[in-house]
């Protein structure tokens, strides 16, 4: 049985590994998509209102893949026929993620080795998309960072728990990450 076994689990693996991720339409530059076969389909009929809560960063020379899982979301359901149009998205960051929504400045007195934030032009990409950008006034108190330290695209809320409230109670989904 096992040497039976051990050629599916190969063969199931070089069909995965083969699969290219996609650009999408929407933010071609972030967000890479897979096409997938489903069972369960998409209602391309819906308004999805999303509000994605960012609470982590990672490498300070990269962007965050968090926020770029906003830009995979318009891309992957805009490719499965959802309009642009039907989705309404808003990110709330803060915790770690607070430092990744910082002016080119900023960024740099709180990462010397980065040449600039990596996440400004996903930030405008997803801007441009109508998506809302929300920072928690009470972290950026907590990091001592000023609201003039922030990229343009960004509001700045009473704190997180305040704006994720207010969303959900105005019909947004929320989306841990």
Avoid: W
Wanted: proline share 6%; hydrophobic share 45%.
């Amino acid at each position: 049985m096992k040497s039976l076994l051990f050629p599916a689990v190969f063969l199931f693996s070089l069909t995965l590994m083969a699969q290219k991720a996609l650009q999408g339409k929407v933010i071609p530059e972030y967000g890479p998509i897979f096409q997938v076969e489903t069972s369960f389909k998409t209602d391309t009929t819906q308004v999805m209102k999303v509000v994605f809560d960012i609470t982590k960063s990672e490498d300070p020379s990269s962007p965050n893949r968090f926020i770029g899982s906003v830009a995979r979301f318009l891309n992957m359901h805009e490719m499965e026929g959802v309009p642009v149009e039907n989705m309404h998205l808003a990110i709330v960051l803060h915790g770690q993620a607070i430092t990744d929504i910082l002016t080119n400045e900023a960024y740099q007195e709180h990462f010397p080795e980065a040449a600039s934030n990596p996440n400004l032009p996903l930030l405008k990409a997803l801007k441009a998309q109508h998506v809302e950008i929300i920072a928690c006034g009470q972290s950026l108190a907590m990091h001592h960072i000023k609201p003039d330290q922030l990229a343009e695209e960004v509001d700045v809320a009473l704190s997180a728990m305040t704006a994720l409230v207010q969303l959900q109670n105005q019909g947004y989904q929320l989306l841990k990450f």
